[in-house]
């Protein structure tokens, strides 16, 4: 026996197939199709069909099969199409298959957020530790009075420059995100938003910043007041190649709070970039009416 086990794309077929089956009891299926080559071919290795399956125009599948293909790969420690892996961390599907498939399954950092502690906190190793990289599961959100997201990770990291005017005992800091760290930070904020907190956005004053603030449910959006943005903003801060996302801004309907904002970008095309607004006393501005 030398063909290789299938590969993820099979086992996404026989997945899908094997939903279809329980309505129908068979399908009648394209042989060209990659994938439906894959499993016959891995099929006529393990003699559960005849040799000639893979060159027949179409091939009909029944659940009697798919039955004996999963026998067949669980006896040979394959990775199992009935085992549902897309949930499970790598480790733990080692447990279950010989085969590393490195498309299925939790990524390693897919549930992780870099998370910033309001106190720091003295190691046995002689140094401290502000900033964890932590599975956002594991954190007790009904602790935190507030979900505060930085985007930048230079102002993340120096966060103790900028003056932070926050009315909250309690908030969770944490990074937005880069591709490291993206997928945990949207799925925790999934989770935040139904806890009917404060979500506050801290980032750059341009076009893609408030954008974001404004179209992924954030509650606040730190800022200087007004009159301090008006004197430190200006059109280089603002670059050309998200002048496509005024238009959008425009049209949106804020909190009346954010409304002087609102218009200051759209029409004067001015922004202040994350970095510039260190020194300035920062304060959530309210985004929803």
């Given at each position: 026996m030398?063909?290789?086990?299938?590969s993820?794309?099979?086992?996404r077929?026989?997945?899908?197939?094997?939903?279809?089956l329980?309505a129908?009891?068979?399908?009648?299926?394209?042989?060209?199709?990659?994938?439906?080559?894959?499993v016959l071919?891995?099929?006529?290795?393990?003699?559960?069909v005849?040799g000639?399956s893979?060159?027949l125009?179409?091939?009909?599948?029944?659940?009697?099969l798919?039955k004996?293909?999963?026998v067949?790969q669980?006896?040979?420690?394959?990775?199992?199409?009935?085992?549902d892996?897309?949930?499970?961390?790598r480790?733990n599907?080692?447990?279950?298959?010989?085969?590393e498939?490195?498309?299925?399954?939790l990524?390693?950092?897919q549930?992780?957020v870099l998370l910033?502690?309001?106190?720091?906190?003295?190691t046995?190793?002689?140094?401290t530790?502000?900033?964890?990289?932590?599975n956002?599961?594991q954190?007790p959100?009904a602790?935190?009075?507030a979900?505060?997201?930085?985007?930048n990770?230079?102002?993340?990291?120096?966060?103790?420059?900028?003056?932070?005017?926050?009315?909250y005992?309690?908030?969770l800091?944490?990074?937005?995100?880069?591709a490291l760290?993206?997928r945990?930070?949207?799925?925790?904020k999934?989770?935040?938003?139904?806890?009917?907190?404060p979500l506050?956005?801290?980032?750059?004053?341009?076009?893609?910043?408030?954008s974001?603030?404004?179209?992924e449910?954030?509650?606040?959006?730190?800022?200087?007041?007004?009159?301090n943005?008006?004197?430190?903003?200006?059109a280089a801060?603002?670059?050309d190649?998200q002048?496509?996302f005024?238009?959008g801004?425009?049209?949106?309907?804020?909190?009346?709070?954010f409304k002087p904002?609102?218009?200051?970008?759209?029409?004067?095309?001015?922004?202040?970039?994350?970095?510039?607004m260190?020194?300035?006393?920062?304060?959530?501005?309210?985004?929803?009416?």
């Amino acid at each position: 026996m030398s063909y290789p086990p299938l590969s993820a794309q099979a086992l996404r077929f026989l997945q899908q197939l094997q939903q279809r089956l329980n309505a129908s009891g068979s399908e009648r299926v394209n042989t060209s199709v990659k994938a439906t080559q894959q499993v016959l071919l891995w099929c006529i290795e393990h003699e559960l069909v005849p040799g000639n399956s893979n060159k027949l125009p179409h091939f009909t599948f029944s659940l009697a099969l798919l039955k004996d293909i999963a026998v067949v790969q669980r006896k040979l420690q394959q990775a199992c199409f009935l085992d549902d892996l897309s949930h499970s961390s790598r480790l733990n599907n080692a447990n279950s298959s010989q085969q590393e498939l490195k498309s299925i399954g939790l990524q390693p950092r897919q549930n992780r957020v870099l998370l910033r502690l309001n106190t720091v906190v003295d190691t046995n190793l002689g140094i401290t530790a502000e900033f964890i990289d932590t599975n956002w599961q594991q954190l007790p959100l009904a602790q935190f009075d507030a979900l505060l997201i930085v985007e930048n990770l230079d102002c993340f990291y120096q966060l103790d420059a900028f003056s932070l005017a926050l009315p909250y005992q309690q908030p969770l800091i944490i990074y937005r995100g880069d591709a490291l760290y993206s997928r945990g930070c949207k799925a925790l904020k999934v989770a935040w938003l139904t806890q009917n907190k404060p979500l506050l956005y801290f980032g750059d004053f341009d076009a893609k910043g408030v954008s974001i603030a404004l179209n992924e449910g954030y509650s606040a959006i730190l800022l200087p007041d007004f009159t301090n943005l008006q004197q430190h903003a200006s059109a280089a801060m603002l670059p050309d190649n998200q002048l496509s996302f005024i238009t959008g801004i425009a049209a949106k309907t804020p909190a009346t709070e954010f409304k002087p904002y609102q218009q200051f970008l759209c029409q004067q095309l001015k922004g202040l970039r994350q970095q510039n607004m260190q020194g300035i006393s920062l304060i959530p501005v309210n985004l929803l009416g």
